[in-house]
């Protein structure tokens, strides 16, 4: 276990924010399948895996998304993969909608019907009550952003461990690029919207700088 | 790198939410260290780390959160480790605020005035204008929330490549929590929030049923 301790710190460390990559080295199919997968098997509040990931290959489309990203200036042009990761919107994840009963149904499977109602009512009060969110919708979107940002995480590590640079790309407009995907048929806005994108591949040159974080005794308090 | 992205997709599938721990089979400090590490490394949006992680070893108090928290009841009194994630609030966020102005002198050090300023500036018009956030301060909550599951993520990645398990806790009463937590000095309500709660340790016993996840066909879309 020493040995695992000591890759998953090297992983760690190898990892920053890659603003250029080297277009001429491409992640390959096996490696960026393993990136997918590391998000596909990502926990989520419920089970619910409120994401999707657009895989954007194209590169004129790559220019477009460009066009309303000014954090992705240079990650666009240069880096091998690039994904859209989308998270389900709150009215596409009411207690009672066909996603959300279909999810809750595969969980509860050969178990009392009461435990379908029961996990339904709980999901209901838990947003609202528990969490305290109310009607308040766009604090329910962030929710599912948040268990996209858990497949994020695992994406980056993944990649790391492969040896892969990689780049989050929050710096975007996000109703201009929502309607510019939605425009072109690759997001229904009723079910979808952005919640991060993130650039793949193989950096061009190390870091500029040393990374910086705070103390772990700033980080890690004991009780 | 065959064997990595096995070791990664084995790592990703050993992972489940394990509601029941091995009460005698302690996480080592070496090992707990090493998942504290993976979060402490994580990325965060503008290199913000907007996370505090209170590991809480005290038997008491793991009781008093379990009062409070539905869905950690079996995990509470038998898990090896107990976390709760903090998430830092907007007011202690402001552009103008101490903690941002220290984390971006220290990203634009050796770098002209000019780029600090411009730095404040873009991160006041990111949350507001780009992110479409307005005064929306629950949802500013949340976009730290956000950051913190990458570091959440990670450590239940890090931990599943140290065949170490895991559960993560949403299931709590955000604000009986909080008060819980200041009341007893441990969280200043002025400068952190809890996103979330996870568990450490060994299975008692293998998952129940299969792990179920959507198809990759239907996570991801090539375009």
Chains 1, 2 share one sequence.
């Not at 890759?7 to 603003?19: E, N, P, S, V």
């Not at 279909?102 to 969980?107: A, C, K």
């Not at 919640?195 to 700033?218: D, I, S, V, W």
């Amino acid at each position: 276990m020493t040995d695992m301790r000591q890759t998953i710190l090297d992983a760690m460390r190898f990892r920053f924010a890659c603003k250029q990559f080297d277009p001429n080295r491409p992640v390959s199919d096996d490696d960026f399948r393993c990136i997918l997968e590391a998000a596909r098997l990502s926990p989520s509040s419920f089970g619910f895996e409120p994401w999707q990931i657009l895989a954007i290959e194209d590169k004129e489309l790559r220019e477009a998304i460009r066009s309303v990203s000014w954090g992705a200036q240079t990650q666009l042009p240069s880096c091998s993969r690039f994904i859209v990761l989308l998270a389900r919107k709150p009215e596409a994840m009411t207690p009672t909608s066909d996603y959300i009963q279909r999810t809750i149904m595969q969980e509860t499977q050969h178990q009392p019907d009461d435990l379908q109602k029961a996990r339904t009512q709980k999901y209901d009060t838990f947003l609202k009550i528990d969490f305290c969110y109310g009607d308040n919708e766009r604090a329910k979107f962030e929710w599912a952003c948040r268990q996209c940002y858990i497949a994020l995480g695992n994406m980056f590590t993944a990649a790391a461990l492969l040896g892969i640079d990689s780049c989050p790309c929050e710096g975007f407009q996000k109703e201009p690029l929502e309607q510019l995907l939605a425009e072109r048929g690759l997001v229904n806005g009723d079910e979808y919207g952005v919640a991060c994108m993130a650039a793949f591949g193989y950096r061009k040159e190390p870091p500029h700088r040393e990374k910086t974080r705070r103390p772990m005794e700033q980080v890690v308090r004991w009780i």
